[in-house]
């Protein structure tokens, strides 16, 4: 596609239910990336995936968090027994390869737990 | 760790004006990246600039452009002629260039610019 697409665009959840978060990057970006921004704060690295595997978790909060890129396109985040504190909105962006290339962003999935 | 400090949570400028936003940075690296990103009320950040450390020139892109101090640890950006459609939230961010550099971005907590008409 044109640019980084994010679905859903806002999310209202209950606490301790399941939320999956979909990134579809830039056509032939090899490269995606998903960060957190809470409110009032800036983006905060989550996970970094160079084709199919996850090169970096490091981001990750806890094991309830958890991210796929099965064919190297898509990605999916996905939150179990989600909490209050999960309530931010999430950023994908993709780049070709990596290194020098610069990062397109999405939108962003605002996610808000009640 | 690095980390990046933004100490102006809100600006204000007149249209046509010109307005300057501060960073500051912390890190130990002599080789990294310091960015710019643009952030309007859709949520899609938007790169507005990028400095490599190694360059002693300042970058410039249009009306924007940057001071890059790197013994000072300092990367503001100054606005020029500013405009209606700068209003948004800034963003400064820092990208290491070390052992297989990925874009995995420190980012400030922000600046919120007002542009008034």
């Known amino acids: 596609g044109a640019g980084v697409s994010q679905t859903p665009s806002n999310k209202v959840t209950e606490k301790g239910k399941y939320v999956e978060l979909r990134c579809d990057p830039i056509?032939?970006?090899?490269?995606l990336y998903w960060y957190r921004q809470s409110l009032g704060q800036g983006p905060e690295f989550l996970i970094y995936?160079?084709?199919?595997?996850?090169?970096?978790d490091s981001g990750l909060p806890n094991d309830r968090f958890f991210a796929v890129r099965p064919e190297g396109s898509v990605s999916t985040l996905k939150i179990q027994r989600t909490e209050r504190g999960d309530s931010a909105v999430y950023l994908c962006?993709?780049?070709?390869?990596?290194?020098?290339?610069?990062?397109?962003f999405g939108a962003g999935s605002r996610l808000t737990v009640l | 760790a690095q980390t990046v400090t933004q100490s102006q949570p809100e600006m204000s400028v007149q249209e046509a004006e010109t307005v300057t936003l501060s960073c500051t940075y912390d890190?130990?690296?002599?080789?990294?990246?310091l960015f710019w990103y643009k952030q309007p009320p859709s949520r899609q950040m938007i790169l507005v600039i990028r400095?490599?450390?190694?360059?002693?020139q300042n970058a410039t892109e249009n009306r924007f452009s940057v001071n890059f101090q790197k013994a000072a640890k300092s990367f503001s950006l100054k606005i020029s002629d500013s405009q209606l459609g700068d209003a948004a939230m800034y963003f400064c961010?820092?990208?290491?260039?070390?052992?297989?550099?990925?874009?995995?971005?420190?980012f400030g907590t922000g600046t919120l610019l007002a542009v008034q008409p």
């Open positions: 962006a993709s780049s070709l390869s990596d290194g020098a290339n610069v990062l397109t």
């Open positions: 056509s032939g970006h090899t490269a």
């Open positions: 995936f160079q084709g199919t595997g996850a090169a970096d």
């Open positions: 890190t130990s690296e002599s080789d990294y990246y």
């Open positions: 400095q490599e450390a190694y360059k002693q």
């Open positions: 961010a820092y990208r290491s260039d070390y052992g297989g550099a990925t874009n995995k971005l420190i």
